[in-house]
């Protein structure tokens, strides 16, 4: 396999897997799904490496059943963990000033995700980076329902966890992907941040909207009654 392309080397699935193993696996997944220090690791490429490793036979010697379950495992812990953070920290969260690892505008960005998507958006954020990470903290802030959470954390963790390793161990036998590995790891960090740009895209389309019809109402002069008067005319 070929070094991954994009960032720095030590944030490579190929790079992580090769040196930490199984092991570094579990611990990223469970730090990216609810450590706020977490929001930066590679998720989505590293589960599909991984599942492509396991069905080679380079990883390890555990079954890929065995593999999807511990991966399952820290994915939910690691929501689990975060929900108790947010529901003990609270509001203060949103208090927090910014630092080289923590942002508060990804605080608001998760917070935004949960109030449009509520319960679902455990599930749905675990396939969007930085979100995945932030929501469930959010869940505890917001102190949403524990049993809701617990049903949305296991869906969510099983369909992201085991879905993108299993993907990885299917295509892993094509060998196709053998020899392009590198483009098509880009290609799923790619997609994996293309619903943040959708989202910031669509955030900038609004508010142009909302300042050229402030802007529209501003540059009429007239007061209202005159408008009123002139109409009637």
Known sequence: MTTLALGPSWLDPDYLIGTFGLIGVLVIVFAESGLLIGFFLPGDSLLFTTG??????????????????????????????????????????????????????????AHDFFEKYGPKSLVLARFVPIVRTFTPIIAGVSRMNYRSFIIFNVIGGVLWGAGVTLLGAALGKIAFVHEHIEKILILIVLLSVLPIIIEVLRARSQGKKEAARSGGADSDPTPPAQRGRHAKR
């Open 52 to 109: 492509l490793l396991v069905t080679t036979g380079k990883l390890d010697d555990l079954p890929l059943w065995a593999v999807c379950s511990l991966i399952v495992l820290a994915a939910v812990v690691g929501d689990q963990v975060g929900y108790l953070f947010g529901r003990k920290v609270g509001p203060a969260l949103f208090k927090r000033p910014d630092s080289r690892f923590f942002k508060q505008e990804n605080v608001e960005k």
